[in-house]
T-cell receptor
């Protein structure tokens, strides 16, 4: 089945530093990937839609300069949290849709990245 | 609005059936999905149903869809302790052609041995 690999699974960084999270589709090509943020005991909040070869589309209230998204290939999207602060601590999850499948085929999710900013 | 509602908690005994309910909002959703999230992990697709179907069964899982009431349910037969997790329903309304998911609030299922 479709596998989405997300790295790192856990990262602790100091306030003011930047952190890059990678999301890879291992056995399919993903023209579109989605980045979510999940607060403890809450649902997933869509942050942005990552489109291969073009600019990401950010949801309202999400700072594009704070959360940089790059989708340079059909199998890799990266989310960089720039100048991280403790309030950015959260669980970040990416998902991808097989570009060969229907436009509304199920999304496949990575295992998430737990970011802690000290 | 775009709220997808679920009850927050459900507790069942091992071997019993679990029924998790979901109320969605957008009738343009072609598919509706159920995902499972274990602690500290991402989401695992359990099953999904096409909007013109009323019921779909897949081994221990049965999905019922009432499109008129915009109500979706997931029944887990013979619930096991390994089924303890958070369950999310999701709709994918056709908004701007991107089919973004809108997730429910999640139901935390606890299975008692």
């Amino acid at each position: 089945g479709a596998v989405v690999s997300q790295h790192p699974s856990r990262v602790i960084c100091k306030s003011g530093t930047s952190v890059k999270i990678e999301c890879r589709s291992l056995d399919f090509q993903a023209t579109t990937m989605f980045w979510y943020r999940q607060f403890p005991k809450q649902s997933l909040m869509l942050m942005a839609t990552s489109n291969e070869g073009s600019k990401a589309t950010y949801e309202q209230g999400v700072e594009k300069d704070k959360f940089l998204i790059n989708h340079a290939s059909l199998t890799l999207s990266t989310l960089t949290v720039t100048s991280a602060h403790p309030e950015d601590s959260s669980f970040y999850i990416c998902s991808a849709r097989d570009g060969q499948s229907s436009y509304n085929s199920p999304l496949h999710f990575g295992n998430g990245t737990r970011l802690t900013v000290t | 609005g775009e709220d997808v509602e679920q009850s927050l908690f459900l507790s069942v005994r091992e071997g019993d059936s679990s029924v998790i309910n979901c109320t969605y909002t957008d009738s343009s959703s072609t598919y509706l999905y159920w995902y499972k999230q274990e602690p500290g992990a991402g989401l695992q697709l359990l099953t999904y149903i096409f909007s013109n179907m009323d019921m779909k069964q897949d081994q221990r899982l049965t999905v019922l869809l009432n499109k008129k009431d915009k109500h979706l349910s997931l029944r887990i037969a013979d619930t096991q302790t390994g089924d303890s997790a958070i369950y999310f329903c999701a709709e994918s309304p056709h908004t701007s052609g991107t089919y973004k998911y809108i997730f429910g609030t999640g139901t935390r299922l606890k299975v008692l041995a």
